[in-house]
């Protein structure tokens, strides 16, 4: 409906012979340089430096820098001491941080399906200590676990984390937002920017004299934008001039952005007002990307039914792939990705998948199984010219000190029982944390060992869940365990193959406590051996295990996804075999008892695909459930109640 109301506005300005706006995509940055996105000018003998994304620094945003005889100097540790409200920011600003974990999480348990009130008054409580602002009114009450409800718990919690920014030494991080030097005021100027998940339009001025940020709050202002310029006219006022605004398209290799034809503004610096061709708006206001790249956009529906759900998977047919169908789909491609459960806290799918030519947000979607119900936590971030790039992605966090997402992710990332979040490793030098109690990256980035940095490690580091730890197998054919930080294990035995883009997987035999790697060489003209190895997780012990069907199991035509069940003792394959006479595509199997390969009658919705071959598969098993669950690159979800006995089970190449 909104695509076709789209389309019939740009067919009605086209009958006018007014051109619509036309959406583009910014160009990419050098990602070589520490400082990306940010903005510099000159003036009073000295160069100030703001905005951009530090890729290097801890907290993402870039701090206030000045240049002085030539030698760049941070202000950041100079500008919180001289900050009088710099204590009372710190501590609401974790309040703040604390407050949004609050709602995700009651939010989450309504996705779920196990409902309970948001008690807004005991957060009045909190904030009170440090402030009785009267930004804090609307919060005076309990939050029924409604859609309107957590509309308006997010708008309360975007008003009070903007005041909490108010009170800061600096302004808040944003990219492309350019400065300009006032030569009669002897003030820098700057306005707006994008903060990556939103659009801002605030007005600050910095005094290189006095070495101090000052927040203007004008009745109106321009709309808020990124990638303006800005002009000092010499006599006391600032020329704004063009800049985007977001598009929120769902397109494939989509514009997300476009042009602002508002005209000039300008901006009086004694007396703080704007002026320009219409009246403007409110002065720090945001604006965010709208439809599937909203949280709203996922709640405004029917509410998640547990007891519907859990019925009609109790009642799903044998040994035929069903799909879900969510009532609210995530949008744009979601390729080169996995998918992986959380292991029974909150019994979600976790899906983080994307980069080259795919989605590029930092978001990591959560399918709840109880409900059938895909949640975005926040609202989604875009790495600006980076989108759609293969490898060129910014390392470091962003300015929510999230990690961006690798040019693809494969099976870089997992679950991790002991830490109960899932790591990712995608990233050259780091890796980071996930944790779905809160639906958010933690904020902290943990140094990788030697071993598991090299050269585009994001396509081939690949991890599985184990009741240990999680274990990470390199292309050099070496593993690392997790406990309390990553450990290599001491490998006897025959030499463990390395694992290779596209075409190799690992999975945890339960039942045995061994490591199961199957690999393939790159590229669909080569054929897998069946060879399939095995590491003993007591010995340590490498050994190929040669098993029976090696001859026909070259017939698989995909080797990304290989997932254990212990409540069958067999491995599914993510892929299915050529058609037989009957036109079936038969899936096929290893059985761990037998150590042979088999072919399945598996029916249904194949989540594989027409050719048997998905890239983008995410596949899994889920003990509490009792099902195989599947992903794919649109993000639709897929169970499987698989019975051995019904699936007329047989030798591979019979």
């Given at each position: 409906?909104?695509?076709?109301?789209?389309?019939?506005?740009?067919?009605?300005?086209?009958?006018?012979?007014?051109?619509?706006?036309?959406?583009?995509?910014?160009?990419?940055?050098?990602?070589?340089?520490?400082?990306?996105?940010?903005?510099?000018?000159?003036?009073?003998?000295?160069?100030?430096?703001?905005?951009?994304?530090?890729?290097?620094?801890?907290?993402?945003?870039?701090?206030?820098?000045?240049?002085?005889?030539?030698?760049?100097i941070d202000l950041r540790e100079e500008l919180r001491k001289a900050n009088p409200t710099q204590k009372t920011h710190d501590a609401m600003a974790k309040l703040v941080r604390d407050f949004d974990r609050a709602i995700v999480a009651n939010?989450?348990?309504?996705?779920?399906?196990?409902?309970?009130?948001?008690?807004?008054?005991?957060?009045v409580q909190k904030f009170a200590v440090h402030t009785k602002s009267p930004e804090f009114e609307a919060l005076d009450k309990s939050f029924p676990p409604t859609p309107a409800s957590y509309q308006e718990l997010t708008r309360i919690q975007r008003r009070i984390e903007q005041f909490v920014q108010r009170i800061?030494?600096?302004?808040?991080?944003?990219?492309?937002?350019?400065?300009?030097?006032?030569?009669?005021?002897?003030?820098?100027?700057?306005?707006?920017?994008?903060?990556?998940?939103?659009?801002?339009?605030?007005?600050?001025?910095?005094?290189?004299?006095?070495?101090?940020?000052?927040?203007r709050l004008p009745m109106t202002a321009p709309a808020p934008r990124a990638n303006h310029t800005l002009k000092a006219n010499d006599d006391g006022t600032i020329t704004l001039s063009g800049g985007y605004t977001y598009t929120s398209t769902v397109d494939y290799l989509g514009g997300h952005y476009?042009?602002?034809d508002d005209g000039d503004w300008t901006y009086d610096v004694a007396s703080n007002t704007w002026k320009g061709a219409n009246a403007g708006v409110a002065s720090d206001t945001r604006v965010y990307r709208t439809g599937p790249y909203d949280p709203a956009f996922f709640t405004d529906c029917e509410t998640p039914d547990r007891k519907s759900q859990l019925a009609l998977l109790e009642k799903l047919p044998p040994n035929t792939w069903t799909k879900m169908n969510p009532p609210r789909m995530p949008q744009m491609n979601r390729d080169w990705g996995s998918a992986i459960i959380d292991n029974d806290r909150r019994n979600v799918i976790l899906r983080w998948a994307g980069g080259h030519s795919a989605h590029c947000g930092t978001d990591v979607l959560q399918y709840h199984i109880a409900t059938n119900r895909w949640e975005l936590t926040h609202p989604i971030e875009f790495p600006l010219g980076q989108t759609y790039t293969n490898t060129e992605y910014p390392e470091g966090f962003n300015f929510n000190q999230r990690p961006w997402i690798s040019g693809h992710t494969y099976q870089n990332y997992g679950w991790d029982l002991n830490e109960e979040k899932m790591l990712f490793l995608g990233k050259h030098r780091w890796y980071y944390a996930y944790d779905t109690k809160y639906g958010?990256?933690?904020?902290?980035?943990?140094?990788?060992?030697?071993?598991?940095?090299?050269?585009?490690?994001?396509?081939?580091?690949?991890?599985?869940?184990?009741?240990?730890?999680?274990?990470?197998?390199?292309?050099?054919?070496?593993?690392?365990?997790?406990?309390e930080g990553w450990k290599e294990l001491a490998l006897v035995g025959e030499k463990l193959p390395g694992a290779v883009v596209d075409n190799s997987t690992l999975t945890w035999d339960q039942k045995r406590n061994r490591l199961l790697f199957?690999?393939?060489?790159?590229?669909?003209?080569?054929?897998?051996?069946?060879?399939?190895?095995?590491?003993?997780?007591?010995?340590?012990?490498?050994?190929?295990?040669s098993p029976g069907g090696m001859e026909a199991a070259s017939d698989i035509p995909y080797l990304c996804q290989m997932r254990y069940s212990d409540e069958h003792d067999l491995?599914?394959?993510?892929?299915?075999?050529?058609?037989?006479?009957?036109?079936?595509?038969?899936?096929?199997a290893f059985d761990c008892a037998g150590n042979r390969w088999v072919s399945l009658k598996i029916v249904g919705d194949d989540p594989s695909g027409a050719k048997g071959r998905n890239v983008s598969l995410g596949l899994m098993w889920h003990r509490k459930s009792g099902l195989f669950w599947a992903v794919d690159a649109k993000s639709q979800v897929f169970a499987l109640r698989l019975d051995v006995a019904k699936a007329e089970m047989k030798a591979l190449g019979e």
């Open positions: 409906m909104k695509r076709t109301l789209a389309l019939s506005a740009m067919l009605f300005t086209a009958s006018l012979g007014i051109a619509a706006p036309k959406s583009y995509r910014l160009p990419s940055v050098d990602l070589k340089q520490p400082i990306i996105w940010g903005s510099e000018a000159e003036g009073a003998g000295v160069v100030l430096a703001f905005g951009g994304q530090d890729q290097v620094g801890e907290e993402g945003r870039a701090p206030t820098r000045l240049k002085v005889d030539g030698k760049w939010r989450s348990d309504f996705f779920g399906g196990t409902m309970t009130d948001f008690d807004g008054r005991t957060w800061d030494a600096e302004p808040s991080g944003r990219a492309l937002s350019p400065i300009v030097f006032d030569p009669k005021s002897k003030l820098f100027v700057f306005v707006g920017g994008d903060h990556l998940d939103y659009l801002t339009n605030d007005t600050w001025v910095f005094d290189p004299a006095k070495r101090r940020w000052e927040l476009r042009d602002l958010d990256w933690t904020g902290e980035r943990f140094e990788k060992p030697k071993g598991m940095i090299y050269d585009s490690s994001f396509y081939t580091l690949t991890t599985t869940a184990t009741n240990d730890g999680l274990v990470c197998w390199t292309a050099q054919g070496k593993l690392f365990r997790f406990d199957v690999v393939k060489s790159y590229g669909d003209k080569v054929k897998f051996s069946g060879q399939v190895h095995e590491v003993d997780l007591k010995t340590l012990n490498v050994k190929a295990l491995c599914l394959v993510g892929g299915t075999l050529s058609p037989d006479k009957d036109g079936l595509r038969r899936t096929p």
